[in-house]
């Protein structure tokens, strides 16, 4: 489809369309002006030397429409410009009374510039919708009204996309059954233990009493070097102070009842 101009006196034109739930509101005429805005999200910071941008990609998209419902445009009694206007208000009003405490309506605002061929879920932004009447033209309305864009109206909502991945896709650990392979792994071998893989190895749990001989005091050969101990134990005579002259010289024991 090729886009019309918005309005040339004799073309007939494609028009505007609001809709939430099942009610609609069609425009008698296209707006006068319609303004799209897609602000980017950077800031510059200024130092002695340099300017350092920083970039958080694209912020909320917007479009403003403006205009009037005309006098009378097509002839007919229910696109006169006055009913078209209250018709918009409470069209409007509606939408708005739905939401509130911090939550969106729940049912999606659409703007359809079938013109353009261009349609988006949207939102009201805090600038929110204005009417006005001038004196050069008091039989007409004019409106103001600028919405946020939050996706196209083919999309669907962010709570309706489901996302069945669970976990990390790419494991640290090389070797993993998922994620990419690295230091030449075989993927046909990370489907589960074999002989060659050290993760099979049965490890006997830790022992307090005694340590482990195979997690302590080895060299690199594997050959335990000295008598196997429990790091954890304290000193012997470091206990034995303890329970003696240390241990009533910060209070612990108190006289012989120690």
């Known amino acids: 489809m090729i886009p019309m101009p918005i309005s040339d006196g004799k073309n007939h034109l494609k028009r505007i369309a609001f809709q939430f ?9 296209n707006p006068e002006n319609m303004e799209y805005a897609r602000p980017h999200r950077s800031t510059a910071v200024k130092t002695k030397s340099r300017i350092v941008i ?7 998209p917007s479009v403003t429409i403006s205009g009037t419902t005309g006098f009378n445009p097509t002839g007919k009694s229910s696109d006169r410009g006055i ?16 939401g509130g405490n911090g939550k969106m309506p729940a049912e999606d605002f659409y703007f359809y510039d079938f013109t353009n061929d261009e349609s988006y879920v949207v939102a009201f932004s805090p600038d929110g919708v204005t009417y006005t009447q001038d004196v050069s033209s008091p039989l007409t309305h ?10 196209k109206a083919s999309q669907p909502a962010d709570e309706s996309i489901v996302d069945p991945e669970i976990g990390n896709r790419y494991p640290s650990v090389p070797g993993g059954v998922i994620g990419p392979q ?4 075989n993927p046909s071998s ?7 893989d050290p993760r099979s190895d049965s490890v006997t749990p830790y022992d307090p ?26 000193d012997p005579t470091s206990y034995a102070y303890g329970r003696t002259g240390l241990g009533y010289t910060i209070g612990y024991y108190q006289g012989g009842n120690g």
């Open 54 to 60: 920083e970039d958080f990609q694209s912020d909320v």
């Open 142 to 151: 004019r409106y103001q009204i600028k919405f946020y864009i939050l996706r």
């Open 83 to 98: 009913k078209k206007i209250a018709e918009m208000k409470k069209f409007l009003a509606d939408y708005g009374e739905m």
């Open 21 to 29: 739930g099942d009610r609609f509101f069609r425009f008698a005429i």
């Open 182 to 185: 690295q230091n030449g792994d």
């Open 209 to 234: 009493s005694s340590g482990n001989s195979k997690i302590y005091n080895k060299d690199t050969s594997g050959t335990s070097k000295h008598r196997v101990i429990n790091p954890q134990a304290p």
């Open 190 to 196: 990370s489907r589960g233990p074999s002989s060659s």
